[in-house]
């Protein structure tokens, strides 16, 4: 399991130079990976490739564009344009989307969102994997008159669905490389989440997918304040009916519930429990709620426990060589 930290966020914009910073502090804390929301403000393919160019070995990735707005051409060459220029780190997460953002942002209505997930995915799998598509949908076309590889591109852009309904999940695992859950605790992602992605995966004969588990979480002495402001900061999805379900699915109530906020033992306690439920991948969102300090001790713990992980992962495969 690696571990990693969200930067920016649809309510946190920071100038692009202080993210590079601390992007930089992540990398050098011993982080995997950094992640950038997708908001009507910065493009996150464009900001995650200055970041991983400024900051090489650091994995970044996009979680997540809203398919609703956008389509498999343009996505495509801003994804391809970003590994090229991370030198194969980056990773594309596509969402849903909400209605209200859809329909009051962008003037669309939102219909059939499992359908043109599943297109937009099939052309972009095409694009990504080929440098060309040829798709005829009920809901979108995508063809390429001349080529959309993007020079050094490689490998293909692992495709990645902020997915947690049955039926999204079930095209995240044919279609997808796997999915981006956000909110959902470890009881919701091993009872229902992770098993539903693996067997749409192995049904469509595809790799395992990842579980890239998105946890708002904070390392702090001052558990009572940090959480009353992790219920404010997340309760935007306290209204949102898929994010309810899987709050509910998680023993929670509200958003904040989720929140994982303790000292270093309960952090890294609940950070195990994830990777038992089947998280191969937890990313850290939210960690500046407590202020400065607090970030700085989180992104510690979790640079240490990826460091750990990293360590345990080349024990196992030493040992299974020599074997």
Same mark, same amino acid.
């Given at each position: 399991m690696t571990l990693g930290v969200v930067l920016s966020t649809t309510k946190r914009q920071l100038p692009i130079d202080d993210t590079v910073r601390l992007a930089r502090e992540a990398h050098d804390a011993g982080l995997h990976s950094a992640w950038f $929301?997708?908001?009507?403000?910065?493009?996150?393919?464009?900001?995650?490739?200055?970041?991983? @160019?400024?900051v090489p070995g650091l994995h970044v990735g996009t979680a997540a564009i809203p398919v609703f707005g956008r389509h498999p051409l343009i996505v495509s060459s801003q994804a391809q344009t970003a590994q090229a220029a991370t030198g194969g780190r980056y990773h594309l997460g596509l969402a849903l989307g909400t209605k209200h953002l859809t329909e009051e942002g962008f003037g669309l209505r939102y219909e059939r969102p499992v359908r043109l997930l599943r297109e937009f995915l099939t052309a972009l @799998?095409?694009?990504?994997?080929?440098? $060309?598509?040829?798709?005829? $949908?009920?809901?979108?076309?995508?063809?390429?008159?001349?080529?959309?590889?993007?020079?050094?591109?490689?490998?293909?852009?692992?495709?990645? =669905?902020?997915?947690?309904?049955?039926?999204?999940? /079930? =095209?995240?695992?044919?279609?997808?490389?796997?999915?981006?859950?956000?909110?959902?605790?470890?009881?919701?992602?091993?009872?229902?989440?992770?098993?539903?992605?693996?067997?749409?995966?192995?049904?469509?004969?595809?790799?395992?997918? /990842?579980?890239?588990?998105?946890?708002? $979480?904070?390392?702090?002495?001052?558990?009572?304040?940090? @959480?009353?402001?992790?219920?404010?900061?997340?309760?935007?999805?306290?209204?949102?009916?898929?994010?309810? /379900?899987?709050?509910? @699915?998680?023993g929670g109530t509200r958003a904040g519930d989720l929140a994982v906020v303790g000292d270093e033992e309960t952090v890294a306690a609940e950070v195990r429990r994830y990777r038992e439920a089947g998280a191969t991948e937890v990313v850290f969102t939210s960690t500046h709620l407590g202020g400065e300090a607090d970030r700085v001790r989180t992104w510690k713990l979790l640079g240490e426990l990826s460091r750990e992980s990293g360590a345990k992962d080349s024990d196992t495969k030493e040992s299974g060589t020599r074997g």
């Open positions: $929301g997708q908001s009507f403000a910065y493009d996150s393919p464009s900001l995650a490739a200055i970041v991983g @160019r400024e @799998r095409q694009l990504v994997e080929t440098g $060309g598509a040829d798709f005829h $949908g009920e809901l979108l076309t995508a063809t390429t008159p001349w080529p959309a590889a993007v020079p050094g591109a490689e490998p293909p852009v692992p495709l990645l =669905v902020a997915a947690m309904g049955p039926q999204a999940l /079930r =095209v995240s695992g044919e279609l997808a490389d796997g999915i981006l859950p956000f909110l959902a605790g470890p009881r919701a992602l091993a009872e229902d989440i992770v098993p539903a992605v693996t067997a749409a995966a192995a049904a469509a004969g595809r790799p395992a997918p /990842r579980i890239v588990a998105i946890v708002p $979480g904070v390392v702090t002495a001052d558990t009572e304040s940090v @959480r009353q402001e992790a219920f404010e900061s997340l309760s935007l999805f306290d209204g949102i009916p898929s994010y309810q /379900r899987v709050i509910a @699915r998680s």
